[in-house]
């Protein structure tokens, strides 16, 4: 199947500093990727929609602000954590849809553990 | 808001018992995914069914996908201690390809 790279697995950071998360596509072009947040123990729950070249679209409570999502290429989408504090600490995941034939079949990254003291 | 409410949440067994995860909503879906998913790690698919009524089977899992396309489970046969995990399912947001995840169901399949 296609793969999907986080980069960072890990990262810790300290309170207001910023973090960028890269999501890259390595074998198909992913005009759409996904980005999740993850509680422990808890489900995945969808932060915004990444589309290559255009603005993404941020679900009803996300902060864009806060969190900034750039799809600059057909392989590569970040998030950066701006001035991230200890309730961002989460584990982030995205994900990729090429679209291909419309199937609309989705890549998870492995995820991206993000703690901030 | 669309929701995906799973039961149960948790699950223990013994290895070789069966059992069936439900995967709930009160809103149609275009499509229906189950992952599977480790500590520390992203989900990985096992299934995607698209028709209402859609049965498929995956070895020893059996998925079904709720003829109105609003629910679906997933039957395990004979669990065994590798099928441990946080098992979710997502359901495609009507046309858009976006994907809402489930509640979860923690299974773990004691030896």
């Known amino acids: 199947g296609a793969v999907v790279s986080q980069h960072p697995s890990w990262v810790i950071c300290k309170s207001g500093t910023s973090v960028k998360i890269e999501c890259r596509s390595l074998d198909f072009q992913a005009t759409t990727m996904f980005w999740y947040r993850q509680f422990p123990k808890q489900s995945l729950m969808l932060m915004a929609t990444?589309?290559?070249?255009?603005?993404?679209?941020?679900e009803q409570g996300v902060e864009k602000d806060k969190f900034l999502i750039n799809h600059a290429s057909l392989t590569l989408s970040t998030l950066t954590v701006t001035s991230a504090h200890p309730e961002d600490s989460s584990f982030y995941i995205c994900s990729a849809s090429g679209l291909a034939g419309g199937t609309g079949e989705l890549f998870f990254g492995e995820g991206s553990r993000l703690t901030v003291l | 808001t669309q929701l995906l409410e799973q039961s149960p949440q948790f699950l223990s067994i013994q290895e070789g018992e069966n059992l069936t995860v439900y995967c709930n909503s009160s809103?149609?879906?275009?499509?229906l995914q189950w992952y599977r998913q480790e500590p520390g790690e992203g989900p990985v698919l096992l299934v995607t069914?698209?028709?209402?009524?859609e049965v498929k089977k995956l070895k020893r899992l059996t998925f079904q996908f709720g003829d109105a396309r609003k629910d679906s489970s997933l039957h395990i046969t004979a669990a065994q201690p590798g099928d441990t995990g946080l098992y979710l399912c997502a359901g495609e947001r009507t046309g858009t390809y976006k994907y809402i995840f489930g509640t979860g169901t923690r299974l773990k399949v004691l030896a």
């Open positions: 809103s149609v879906f275009s499509s």
């Open positions: 069914v698209v028709t209402g009524g």
């Open positions: 990444s589309n290559e070249g255009s603005k993404a679209t941020y």
